[in-house]
Structures are given as C-alpha cells and as structure tokens.
Nanobody, 119 residues
Framework: QVQLMESGGGVVQPGGSLRLSCAVP????????MGWYRQAPGEQRVLVAT???????QYGASTKGRCTISRNNGANVAYLKMDSLKREDTAVYYC?????????????WGQGTQVTVSS
C-alpha cells in the first residue's frame, strides 16, 4: 500500500487563496499522474486538476482559471494553488496518483483534506 502525504487546507475567507500539497514516497515506480478531486456533502467526487509526469495538465470546469497545479517530479510532490475562493469550493479535497510498475498501473487516493470557505 502506498501512503500519500497530503497537507494544506483549512478555513479560508471568500476571495482568499490556499495551497494544497501531495507527496508520494520515492520507490520503484513512476508517478504518471498526480492530482486532486473534491467532494462536497451530498455530491459526487469531481475533478479539480491533474498533471502528468510529461507536463500535461487538466482542470475541472468549476475551478478552471482559478487554480494552478504544479509538480516537482524529482521529489514526487504536487501542489494545487487555488485563488478567488468561493463558498461553493467548500469540500473535501482528495489527492489521487497513478503509479506505474513496468506495465502495471494502479491508482491511489489520499485520505482527503477539508477546505472550508467561510467568512
């Protein structure tokens, strides 16, 4: 089992910013994709942003233009910067990674971190 290390989150005022980070232990695999999904109470988990080890990035519709994902491939760490936060950004944010051992691909989820946007 691969343990993801998530940090960041908390309570932020509307219009504010935050940064989340997610780290994967270094081992004999390639971290092909790192990213975040979020889930608000009573709703489905949706894409926030992902980034491949080749530099391709994808953003969810609700956060596009307000967030930036970046990666330090050498350290197996990804960062999510979110700006202009809205109350509807309140959710649990989950880090997800895809790891590759040779021809075997597996995905792992973090335990999630709460982000609350409130004044």
């Amino acid at each position: 089992q691969v343990q993801l290390m998530e940090s960041g989150g908390g309570v932020v005022q509307p219009g504010g910013s935050l940064r989340l980070s997610c780290a994967v232990p270094r081992d004999k695999y390639t971290v092909t994709v790192m990213g975040w999904y979020r889930q608000a109470p009573g709703e489905q988990r949706v894409l926030v942003a992902t980034a491949t080890d080749g530099g391709l990035k994808q953003y969810g519709a609700s956060t596009k233009g307000r967030c930036t994902i970046s990666r330090n491939n050498g350290a197996n760490v990804a960062y999510l910067k979110m700006d202009s936060l809205k109350r509807e950004d309140t959710a649990v944010y989950y880090c997800k990674v895809n790891l590759r051992w040779g021809k075997v691909d597996r995905e792992y989820w973090g335990q999630g971190t709460q982000v609350t946007v409130s004044s």
